[in-house]
């Protein structure tokens, strides 16, 4: 198990956009961004990675962007955050059985990281994955994410195709659900709809009462 590591440098395409970033915007965060949430949390949800004027911004996954608009909405309605709105890592808000986390922790260029730097990142995604006991679930926002998880855990992208809410019981006892990336343009252009995510959410807290 591989601690995450908030000055990591190991993908140099990486580093070298975050030092521009911090060049060009002194008051962003533009590191490697940690999860948020309970460390004891049987939901973890992962991303793809941190979004430029979001978590790239404010430190913290899904916070002060588009993208966490319709997460963090969902999760409060489900009892999984202490408030629907997430503007910064002083605003208050705390995630109640939930942990949230990206495929990839640093802003990669025009939000597209590498396989290479995803295959790099996966160490401390893994780290995140095994803390999770049986019965616990993991919600993959995205394709990227979905295969990130899967090959985390040495599983066969072909036995688990992605699809939007996809459900699927793991050899290691988990239970692995799929959804559409709450992006702006997946929003906008209807391919999630409120209705569809709060599906899948809902499907991940009736697992968690079995």
Known sequence: MTAFDPDCRLCPRLARHLARVRHTHPDYHARPVAAFGDRRARLLIVGLAPGMHG??????????????????????QFGFSTDAVATSRRDGLKLKNCRITNAVKCLPPENKP??????????????????????GVVLALGTVAHQSVLRAFALKLSAYPFRHGGCYALPNGLWRLTSYHCSRYNTQTRRLTPAMFEAVVHTAKRLLQK
């Open 55 to 76: 978590a790239n911004r404010t430190g913290r996954p899904f916070t002060g962007d588009y993208a966490g608009i319709l997460l963090y909405r969902t999760l409060h």
């Open 114 to 135: 590498t396989q290479a730097e995803a295959k790099t990142c996966r160490r401390y995604l893994t780290g995140e994955l095994t803390g999770l006991k049986p019965g």
